[in-house]
């Protein structure tokens, strides 16, 4: 079934529709290639598939039980313990992208060979069942005696004799099952994939690794220095985290194998209460915009061409044609070799090294005023190169332009004197915060006021009596409405409820749900993961209010609330996400319905296995010895501020307001133009994601070289020389996901050593 037809430089919606402007300047030197688009009337994505099929099946809630808990087991130990590659630091996340390789290009080729009664597939099938049994026995057994600690000291581990026994005694039913059974198709392959999504994120950074050690972060790290108990202690809600003294200390010093279950079980249900709310709410804002986004505007969600090619099935093959393409394998060879000799370095030092990543520019410019450029890394990602391959140029051109120009602004202001010039707040120009803060907001303002039309008839129809729903339609108006009121309510209260003001937790919810929109709107229309973001909703109400309006009850509340706002790639990368889940389920013809309660039976299932499995590991290890940024940095630094802000109470800066205004009105400004004029080279998302933090000053780089690849093999070759070189960038992809993949299981293995960090 042909679910993806390549036509153009990027993805393209079910109807026809005039040629995007952005698309006509990737092919502005071509009339050839620009008449083709223009005439061309093919979807990429089916409208409507004859029948649609469940999300959540047996077969695949089965499926997806078993991976989720195995990979929250190897995500703790290769993120956690030896801190190795993030697999949440991109998106798609790197290890779910090579379980859907391996599902497509092993297990269902695999399974056809089964099918086929070749004596050969039946030995490897036994060969493989003996340490599949053991394997699955271990991790049961992991599962029972984290949380009942008797039985790891009453039942024992499988030995090799008993599992080949146990492998004798299933291998003929198992055979008969599978030779009478269908591979999984492609919608099946997608449906876990979907489920995958938003689990795999509630096992990293979205849920469990910056929420639990942040339960118990303030009252350890403590000191008389630091007066935290003076200053916000009566103002700590006492079902936020653990308060007594030997079951925290044990926590962050390790070495024990008891978990006190009996003090985390409260706080860690009330807090995944409010997190699965919150991740209803998004569900419902994505309800809410995939029909302008998808059917109207036509978006084109870059993000999904890569697991919807990995998972493309064709009659009579058994690999999917990406997979018989040798262009492929060659690209996915290329970061192979680079990160072979990098990897193996971490382990053996001897093994030389090439230098590839992170790499100063600028480190021997000491002369006023270009000093103040500070930092320009340059850093060589495979993956990246090949992400921005599926942009269109003119978004990939202005990602990189508006960062160096970001880089430049210093020079500008020590060349004025304005580095001289402190804000209230003691922020200096070019407050690049600030300004990527506006950038943010502008971008889901003008996506709102894009689909007014659209959102007002939802909420119109919200209230008649009868309910029509579309069938591609994931919930009914009503549904929408009531679940975004509803779930804000509760937000709303839970937080209240904990001491937050009721003003402060509406304006803290509307930020943060606008952040969210403004994250899923890049990805669908730009495709960038990955990234930290702008001001977090608490340094945006600091800013405009100051902290002494605040006060120091809600300040503590807001304090921690950062596990899940400090970064984007947190609990805000959950919409997007689901965002995407809705594109590929209308892709391939699952039923949307079905997706709303399969994602959040993901994020709970997924949930539950990662604070059963994470919790005695950071026992085992000491959270003061496991990965820094997940229990030195997200989960204290906000308790250091907060003492800041209550000791020392920042009025409102009306300085940094205005440059917040400023990246408002100028983002603005640039969708006007992009509207206005088809030659207007400057997209509003690359000012908005130049001027971000942190990730984007390693990836800067990469989407330059990408941008520039392509706008040559466009120019010289055209739109067919594009498509025969797409399968090599996809190859950069898939094979850099699978090293930092390899090294993670090596990781787990070997957690004595520290990890490869293939990302960053």
Not at 244 to 266: C, H, M, N, Y
Not at 600 to 615: K, L, T
Not at 655 to 684: D, E, I, K, Q, Y
Request: with cysteine; aromatic share 16%; hydrophobic share 50%.
């Amino acid at each position: 079934m042909d679910l993806i037809k390549r036509d153009g430089t990027g993805l393209q919606g079910s109807r026809r529709r005039r040629i995007p402007v952005e698309r006509e300047r990737d092919m502005s030197d071509s009339s050839e290639l620009q008449k083709e688009l223009e005439t061309r009337d093919t979807p990429i994505f089916p409208a409507h598939a004859p029948r649609l099929e469940p999300v959540l099946t047996l077969r695949t809630g089965l499926l997806y039980v078993v991976i989720i808990a195995v990979l929250a087991y190897w995500t703790s130990y290769s993120e956690g313990v030896v801190s190795a590659t993030s697999f949440h630091s991109l998106s798609p996340p790197i290890n779910i992208t090579v379980v859907l390789f391996l599902m497509a290009a092993a297990i269902v080729p695999f399974h056809w060979w089964i099918k086929s009664k070749h004596w050969g597939a039946r030995v490897v099938l036994f060969l493989l069942l003996v340490p599949g049994i053991r394997a699955l026995y271990a991790l049961l057994l992991l599962l029972a005696g984290n949380v009942f600690p008797a039985v790891r000291e009453t039942i024992p581990a499988m030995s090799i004799p008993v599992s080949i026994l146990v492998a004798l005694a299933l291998f003929f039913p198992l055979l008969w099952s599978l030779e009478r059974s269908t591979p999984l198709n492609t919608r099946e392959m997608i449906a876990v994939y979907s489920m995958l999504m938003v689990g795999t994120l509630c096992t990293g950074y979205a849920v469990v690794q910056f929420l639990t050690p942040t339960l118990v972060s303030a009252r350890y790290f403590k000191t008389p220095e630091n007066r935290w108990e003076e200053l916000f202690f009566q103002h700590l809600p006492p079902w936020f985290g653990l308060s007594k003294s030997a079951p925290i200390k044990a926590f962050w010093i390790g070495g024990t194998d008891q978990v006190f279950w009996e003090l985390w079980l409260r706080p860690l249900f009330l807090w995944l209460v409010f997190a699965l709310v919150a991740m209803w709410v998004m569900f419902c804002l994505c309800a809410l915009v995939q029909k302008q986004w998808i059917d109207y505007e036509r978006l084109t969600f870059p993000l999904v061409f890569m697991p919807l090619e990995l998972a493309r099935t064709e009659e009579g093959h058994h690999w999917g044609p990406l997979y018989r393409n040798p262009v492929l394998w060659i690209g996915f060879a290329f970061p192979v070799v680079l990160h072979l000799f990098n990897g193996l370095n971490s382990y053996y030092p001897a093994v030389p090294t090439l230098n590839f990543r992170h790499i100063n520019l600028t480190q021997g410019i000491q002369t006023p005023p270009w000093n103040s450029i500070g930092g320009l890394d340059i850093t060589f990602y495979p993956l990246l190169i090949g992400f921005t391959y599926l942009l269109t140029l003119d978004l990939s051109f202005s990602v990189w332009f508006f960062f160096l120009l970001r880089k430049l602004e210093p020079v500008l202001g020590m060349s004025l004197g304005w580095h001289e010039i402190l804000s209230p707040s003691s922020k200096v120009f070019p407050f690049t915060d600030q300004q990527s803060t506006g950038a943010f907001a502008a971008i889901a303002v003008m996506a709102l006021w894009t689909g007014r039309r659209s959102f007002a008839a939802t909420v119109r129809n919200a209230w008649r009596p009868t309910q029509a729903r579309e069938p591609e339609a994931p919930l009914t108006d009503r549904e929408i409405v009531l679940g975004i009121v509803g779930g804000m309510i509760f937000l709303c209260g839970w937080s209240w409820y904990a001491g937050l003001g009721v003003g402060w937790a509406i304006g803290f919810f509307v930020i943060f749900f606008i952040w969210c929109v403004t994250l899923s709107r890049i990805r669908a229309e730009a495709g960038l993961g990955g990234l930290t973001g702008p001001l977090t909703p608490q340094e945006t109400l600091v800013m405009f209010a100051g902290s002494q309006a605040i006060g120091p009850q809600s300040l503590t509340v807001l304090a921690y609330f950062r596990w899940f706002t400090t970064d984007l790639r947190s609990l805000a990368s959950i919409m997007p996400a689901q965002l995407e889940d809705i594109r590929m389920s209308r892709a391939v013809g699952l039923s949307t319905r079905s997706l709303a309660w399969a994602v959040m039976f993901a994020a709970f299932v997924a949930s539950v296995f990662a604070f059963i499995i994470y919790i005695p590991i950071i026992y085992r290890y000491g959270g003061v010895n496991m990965n820094g940024q997940r229990f030195l940095d997200v989960p204290v630094f906000p308790f250091r501020e907060l003492s800041s802000l209550i000791s020392s109470p920042k009025p409102p800066d009306w300085v940094t307001s205005l440059a917040t205004a400023f990246g408002f009105v100028f983002s603005a400004v640039l969708s006007v133009l992009r509207l206005r004029f088809a030659w207007f080279p400057f997209h509003p998302i690359g000012y908005a994601v130049g001027f971000s933090r942190r990730t984007i000053e390693w990836m800067w780089f990469s989407v330059f070289l990408g941008w520039l690849i392509k706008l040559l093999i466009l120019r010289s070759g055209g739109l067919g020389t594009y498509r025969r070189f797409l399968p090599l960038f996809l190859g950069f992809i898939l094979g850099e996901f699978t090293m930092g993949v390899i090294y993670g299981i090596v990781g787990t293995v070997n957690p004595a050593a520290r990890g490869y960090q293939l990302y960053p």
